[in-house]
């Protein structure tokens, strides 16, 4: 087949002000801004890392990323995608939509690539950078379907127009761990590269290239250099906070193992400083367990870069989790509203500072669809972990591999626990252990060299503990105390057990001048900020000025017992593995200079069953609990705490972890639910299996799982995002709709992109996002079709999946909530053929059974 010289082939086309399509930029004028994009991102990295993380010739692979541009099917579809805005074009007889079958022209990049003869895995690099791995195997650049040897003779001249134009040969990647961090600074590059400054051909794009990178968010932090523990917290650190920041020396993995309260958080903030400041790393990254966890951080994380940050600069007034940040960067093409990263959990990655939950770093290490991705954002930078006691054996599996990649990627890995066994401390580190002394800071560094360091445990904490088989006297014991003044904190196992607990004491609780809350994760980013913002600041240290106005019983999930920083008088906890009652009990009498009513007393009420019941038959004992934790662990767990009637902190952490945990040989009923928590039962997966699911998850040889479909916790379904609104209606005059928000204000959504500007698309959708709440897919809404969603013009705010790919979608619901806050569908009919679903502000998302 004939072939168009390389310089004439088209990569972009370009809306016109008088909104007629053309050609944009050519492939070769893309390619080459996309390198010089990729050559400016490396430059702004610290001189010590941009030179460890980047081998010479980077910018090459991203110039070249789009070598498949030249291509008679590319060509054709941006000819007829044009239509009457382009003369004189040849025609070619192929039909576009077989770009299908190999992955579109990042395949056909790949083909060429390797017939090439490039360096070890660049082909791929290059085939990926849609986020994906193309279908190619066994075809051949030269092939028919590519245009024949005459296109690839094209594609071939058009690498070395790059390299010329680069001043770059090809680059030697050193291992797999670095291939995938190009294939990370590719996409990004392009994306930035396709952004709003280079999409008129007859602009000049070099003058662009350090403003869009501005724009994106990469500036270079500037940091107030010498400061002083003090300096930044207002307090001297403690001996294990000061024994942290001695170890940690240069990049490798660190692990704090404290009691709750002591300041891991502080210590590990502060431990991050010492590695930006001395140019080790270029960021930080603060990995939580669950997104309602990590939303109250964020004041606490933005007070210390308020203290590190030079004043002028940039980052230092950047509210990191407020959706303003969306609004504010521009990541081009990807990165727009309806795209799939206009996300302030994915962006948030790529920033220099951010806060997070731990599922998005765990895809990093996944094949799953931009994980390079997410390893380019954290590639050098500080990550910590925290709480990493809570999670399972799939999400364990996942995160031992992540730790692997983070190390090769010249990452300073932090992790904090206050109630880890010494064999997940073994398997997190890759090394065997000695020491079992609590507190203790074990590093790991690049070297391999593995160090144990005991830090001398401060003062002693004394709980009562009380294990209840009624729970009637919980409720009466929960009303009595807050009558008298005391702050009582109620946590379940179940977002449907605290909403139940939540009716049983409200009620009650109004009649004797107790206040009574709830919270769980199950509430749309809007209403979980407003129950936020006033039931942790009452039981923490905002509150204490407020303390003694009246007594309040806060009701909630495992939420309540992860990174926050809130002190109870009194705790009724349903039971739960020994880890998590730990974490738990460390909300009770945290601080010393907490007031309290005259009579309290540091006391947990654990709801429990009878041992002998709870063996013979867990699931009826621990009813739902049963379900959320394994039947062996919660059985294990009663056996340590059935008869303890009090505990100290931390002295008791250890020896309570390792009876739990540690391994022994099981007789009876309780080998049976060994051999369950092993293999499994039909309902649900035993950790042998999650450990090879997870590794399945990690396998890159496999087809790459789209967003949507990749799990980070294992549960039996996905969770998916549903979109609550008052009303929505179409307004076929004016080709918009009117979406009415559950607080009465409305937006005006129009159905063309054109009406709006970037900025105000950005805003519109940063809105809605905070109408959106997370939910199991088993009690979600019926889906809409993708058409009608569309027709409403949802496409242009929400990722709603690619049309390209039948299997890469991202299901978004809609429902519309009535006065009686039951859910229904967008034209009134019912929305589950099973359950009535309900919203209500103060119970959140909630599935009512009939």
Same mark, same amino acid.
């Given at each position: 087949m004939d072939a168009i010289p390389f310089m004439n082939c088209p990569a972009k086309t370009y809306l016109r002000p008088d909104d007629v399509l053309v050609p944009g930029r050519s492939v070769v004028e893309h390619c080459q801004i996309v390198g010089e994009v990729a050559r400016a991102l490396i430059a702004r990295y610290p001189d010590r890392l941009s030179e460890i993380l980047f081998p010479p010739g980077s910018s090459l692979v991203a110039g070249s990323h789009d070598l498949g541009k030249v291509s008679p099917y590319f060509y054709e579809k941006l000819r007829k995608n044009c239509g009457g805005g382009v003369t004189n074009w040849p025609v070619f007889s192929v039909n576009p939509e077989l770009e299908r079958q190999w992955g579109g022209h990042a395949g056909v990049s790949q083909v060429a690539a390797r017939a090439m003869g490039v360096p070890r895995w660049v082909p791929e690099i290059l085939g990926q950078h849609h986020g994906f791995s193309p279908p190619v195997a066994g075809k051949r650049a030269d092939a028919e379907i590519f245009g024949g040897a005459n296109w690839q003779a094209q594609r071939e001249a058009l690498a070395v127009e790059l390299k010329l134009r680069l001043g770059v040969d090809w680059p030697e990647v050193k291992s797999p761990e670095q291939a995938r961090l190009l294939a990370g600074l590719t996409s990004v590059a392009d994306w930035i590269g396709s952004g709003q400054h280079f999409e008129n051909p007859a602009l000049p794009w070099k003058p662009s290239i350090e403003l869009a990178l501005d724009e994106a968010g990469f500036i270079q932090p500037a940091y107030r250099l010498g400061l002083r523990f003090a300096d930044v917290f207002g307090f001297a650190p403690r001996p294990a906070q000061a024994r942290l920041l001695e170890s940690v020396s240069g990049h490798g993995v660190y692990v704090l193992e404290a009691p709750m309260g002591l300041g891991k958080t502080e210590a590990a903030l502060y431990a991050a400083y010492q590695m930006l400041q001395q140019g080790q790393a270029c960021g930080i990254y603060f990995a939580l367990p669950t997104q309602l966890t990590s939303n109250k951080i964020y004041s606490r994380f933005n007070q210390f870069l308020q203290s590190i940050l030079e004043a002028d600069c940039p980052q230092r007034a950047l509210l990191l989790h407020a959706n303003a940040w969306l609004v504010d960067t521009e990541m081009g093409e990807e990165g727009r509203p309806g795209?799939?990263? #206009?996300?302030?959990?994915?962006?948030?990655?790529?920033?220099?500072?951010?806060?997070? &939950?731990?599922?998005?770093?765990? $895809?990093? +290490? $996944?094949? *799953?669809? %931009?994980? #390079? *991705?997410?390893?380019?954002?954290?590639?050098?930078?500080?990550?910590?972990?925290?709480?990493? %006691? &809570?999670?399972? @054996?799939?999400?364990?599996?996942?995160?031992?591999?992540?730790?692997?990649?983070?190390?090769?990627?010249?990452c300073t890995i932090i992790i904090l626990s206050a109630t880890l066994s010494r064999q997940r401390r073994s398997q997190l580190l890759d090394a065997p252990l000695e020491s079992d002394a609590y507190p203790l800071i074990t590093a790991v560094t690049r070297s391999a060299e593995l160090q144990e360091f005991s830090v001398e445990p401060e003062g002693s904490a004394h709980i009562s503990i009380s294990v209840e088989h009624e729970e009637g006297r919980a409720v009466?014991? @929960?009303?009595?105390? +807050?009558?008298?003044?005391?702050?009582?904190?109620?946590?379940?196992? &179940? *977002?449907?057990? +605290?909403?139940?607990?939540?009716?049983?004491?409200? +009620?009650?609780? @109004? =009649?004797?001048?107790?206040?009574?809350?709830?919270?769980h994760s199950r509430y749309t980013m809007a209403d979980r900020? %407003?129950?936020?913002? %006033?039931?942790?600041?009452? #039981?923490?240290?905002?509150?204490?000025? /407020?303390?003694? =106005?009246?007594?309040?019983?806060?009701?909630?999930?495992?939420?309540?017992?992860?990174?926050?920083?809130?002190?109870?008088?009194?705790?009724?906890? /349903?039971?739960?593995?020994?880890? $998590?009652?730990?974490?738990?009990?460390?909300?009770?009498?945290?601080?010393?200079?907490?007031?309290?009513p005259a009579g309290a007393r540091a006391e947990a009420w654990l709801l429990a069953p009878a041992l002998d019941a709870a063996i013979?038959?867990?699931? &009826?004992?621990?009813?739902?609990?049963?379900? *959320?934790?394994?039947?062996?662990?919660?059985?294990?767990?009663? =056996?340590?705490?059935?008869? /303890?009637? =009090?505990?100290?902190?931390?002295?008791?952490?250890?020896?309570?972890?390792?009876?739990?945990?540690?391994?022994? $040989?099981?007789?009876?009923?309780?080998?049976?639910?060994r051999h369950e928590l092993d293999n499994g039962t039909l309902r649900r997966k035993g950790r042998i299996a999650l450990q090879q699911l997870a590794r399945i998850g990690l396998a890159t040889d496999g087809k790459t799982l789209p967003e949507s479909k990749a799990q980070t916790r294992y549960s039996e379904t996905d969770n998916i995002e549903v979109l609550l609104l008052r009303d929505l209606q179409q307004y076929k005059d004016s080709q918009s709709s009117r979406l009415v928000l559950r607080d009465g204000s409305e937006l005006i959504l129009p159905w063309r992109r054109n009406r709006l500007t970037k900025i105000e698309w950005k805003t519109l959708t940063a809105r809605l996002m905070l109408e959106i709440v997370l939910v199991r897919v088993g009690d979600a809404p019926q889906p809409v079709a993708r058409d009608t969603l569309e027709k409403y013009g949802l496409q242009h705010c929400f990722y709603l999946g690619n049309r390209d790919w039948a299997d890469d979608e991202s299901l978004l619901r809609v429902a519309l909530v009535d006065e009686t806050g039951t859910l229904r569908g967008i034209h009134g009919q019912a929305v589950h053929d099973k359950h009535t679903l309900e919203y209500r502000d103060d119970l959140g998302y909630r599935v009512v059974k009939h």
């Open positions: 795209g799939a990263w #206009f996300h302030r959990a994915k962006r948030g990655l790529l920033a220099p500072f951010a806060v997070g &939950t731990i599922d998005q770093a765990l $895809m990093a +290490a $996944m094949n *799953v669809k %931009h994980g #390079f *991705v997410r390893a380019f954002g954290l590639a050098g930078k500080v990550v910590i972990l925290d709480e990493v %006691h &809570t999670y399972d @054996a799939y999400t364990g599996t996942l995160l031992d591999a992540l730790i692997k990649l983070l190390r090769e990627l010249h009466q014991e @929960a009303l009595e105390r +807050a009558t008298d003044g005391q702050q009582v904190l109620w946590i379940e196992n &179940t *977002v449907k057990d +605290a909403q139940q607990r939540y009716l049983d004491l409200a +009620a009650r609780a @109004a =009649e004797l001048n107790v206040a009574c809350g709830l919270l900020q %407003h129950i936020e913002d %006033h039931w942790v600041d009452l #039981f923490g240290k905002p509150g204490l000025v /407020r303390r003694g =106005e009246r007594g309040r019983i806060l009701v909630g999930t495992q939420v309540l017992e992860q990174s926050l920083d809130i002190d109870a008088d009194f705790l009724v906890s /349903r039971f739960a593995p020994t880890d $998590m009652l730990l974490q738990r009990m460390g909300r009770l009498w945290r601080h010393a200079n907490t007031p309290r013979n038959g867990p699931q &009826t004992a621990f009813g739902a609990s049963a379900y *959320v934790y394994s039947p062996y662990v919660l059985c294990r767990s009663l =056996e340590v705490w059935q008869t /303890r009637a =009090e505990v100290d902190l931390p002295q008791d952490i250890r020896a309570l972890i390792e009876a739990t945990y540690v391994d022994r $040989m099981d007789e009876g009923a309780m080998e049976r639910w």
